[in-house]
Each structure stands twice: as structure tokens, then as C-alpha cells.
T-cell receptor, first 112, second 113 residues
Framework: EDKVVQSPLSLVVHEGDTVTLNCSYE??????LLWYKQEKKAPTFLFML????IEKKSGRLSSILDKKELFSILNITATQTGDSAVYLC????????????FGDGTTLTVKP | NAGVTQTPKFRVLKTGQSMTLLCAQD?????MYWYRQDPGMGLRLIHY???????AKGEVPDGYNVSRLKKQNFLLGLESAAPSQTSVYFC????????????FGQGTRLTVV
């Protein structure tokens, strides 16, 4: 059974802090790992990672994948209150099923 | 620029009642999914479809049925609602091409009393 585990489950920081969110996985026929941000409503896509060691970056957010150790991290630097959200990690596999396995998410709260 | 649209956004049902949630996407995606999200948990897959006329069970299919008669629509049915089905339901679609990201609807908050 495919498994995705995120840590920590929740995190409270102050504006300006840097945070690192973790996602480890155990799946068969790995295809890609995706990060989503969920603020109250629908998850929105952040990054898709398929290759080890290649950092994806968007503003203050960055992410990297380690396919040997089976994990990914999402970094957020200089956090702002608008970064408060649930961050979801999902893993896709190479089947014709087309379905992702999601972790339980990390709830990030950024205090002013 | 609608993307994925879910109706209704909110619903309260009595135990034993039935209802259908509608999901519509305008991106010509082949793959569509129904997830449920409970407090403190991620998204759990209920049913999914890899194309018009096809459906398959996900992780938590019991108590739900689905249909995909048209490519753009994916319906989720609850035949006899139970309090354990109180949740937020998300529909998503994907083209499963080079980019496997899913596009989500805004969710339906369902309460079964």
C-alpha cells in the first residue's frame, strides 16, 4: 500500500522565520511528488518534483526531492502571515490509475 | 475561466437521505477524482475516473457511487447518508500529461445529522 507521511503535523512560527516541512513516502513505481497549499478551500498547486537534487523555486518557497532516501522538503524563508495554510504533499505513481496518495498535511501558522 | 466547479457548496442532510454532488470541468481533462477531507487529515480518494464512461474505487468507496456519462462531468452519489459521511468533499481533474498536477474545485461541505 502506498504511503505518504508529513511532518510536523503542525507548526507555529513568527513572521520572518524560516520553516522546513517534510514529506517521506513509500510507493511502488514512483512518478512524481507534488506540493499543494490549502487555505480554507481548494488546494492549489505549488511544485511538482520528479528528479533528485533539482531544486524548484518560486519566490520565498523552494522544494527538493531525494529519491534515494524517499523524501522531499518544502522550505519557506522570511515567512509572512499569508503563508498560514495547510501544506499537502502527494505522490503519483506510474500506473494507468491516475490517482495521487496524499499525506495528512502540515498546518503552518505564522504569527505577526 | 471556470476550471473545476462543484455544486452545491453546502448541504445538510438527515440520516438516510440521498443526494448527488456535481463536478464539472472545462479543461478537457481525462482524469477526474472525488476526495473527502476530514479535520486534521489529508485527502482520501473515494472514487476516480480515467475517462468518459469509466469509474473505479479509491481508498474509501463504501457508501458512495459515481458516474461519468460525459467527459466534463463527474457525479458523486450518496444513496443513504450517514453521520460518518459528514465531511468536506473535493472534486479534482488532471490531464496526466507531463505535468500531473490536479486542479481542485472549491469543495462541498456536507453535514449529515
Amino acid at each position: 500500500e502506498d504511503k505518504v507521511v508529513q511532518s510536523p503535523l503542525s507548526l507555529v512560527v513568527h513572521e520572518g522565520d524560516t520553516v522546513t516541512l517534510n514529506c517521506s513516502y513509500e510507493v511502488t513505481n514512483f512518478r512524481s511528488l507534488l506540493w499543494y497549499k490549502q487555505e480554507k478551500k481548494a488546494p492549489t498547486f505549488l511544485f511538482m518534483l520528479t528528479s533528485s537534487g533539482i531544486e524548484k523555486k518560486s519566490g520565498r518557497l523552494s522544494s527538493i526531492l531525494d529519491k534515494k532516501e524517499l523524501f522531499s522538503i518544502l522550505n519557506i524563508t522570511a515567512t509572512q502571515t499569508g503563508d498560514s495554510a495547510v501544506y499537502l504533499c502527494a505522490v503519483d505513481v506510474w500506473t494507468n490509475a491516475g490517482k495521487s496518495t496524499f499525506g495528512d498535511g502540515t498546518t503552518l501558522t505564522v504569527k505577526p | 475561466n471556470a476550471g473545476v466547479t462543484q455544486t452545491p457548496k453546502f448541504r445538510v442532510l438527515k440520516t438516510g437521505q440521498s443526494m448527488t454532488l456535481l463536478c464539472a470541468q472545462d479543461m478537457n481533462h481525462e482524469y477526474m477524482y472525488w476526495y473527502r477531507q476530514d479535520p486534521g487529515m489529508g485527502l482520501r480518494l473515494i472514487h476516480y475516473s480515467v475517462g468518459e464512461g469509466t469509474t473505479a474505487k479509491g481508498e474509501v468507496p463504501d457508501g458512495y457511487n459515481v458516474s461519468r456519462l460525459k467527459k466534463q462531468n463527474f457525479l458523486l452519489g450518496l444513496e443513504s447518508a450517514a453521520p460518518s459521511q459528514t465531511s468536506v468533499y473535493f472534486c479534482a481533474s488532471s490531464d496526466r500529461g507531463v505535468n500531473t498536477e490536479a486542479f481542485f474545485g472549491q469543495g462541498t461541505r456536507l453535514t449529515v445529522v
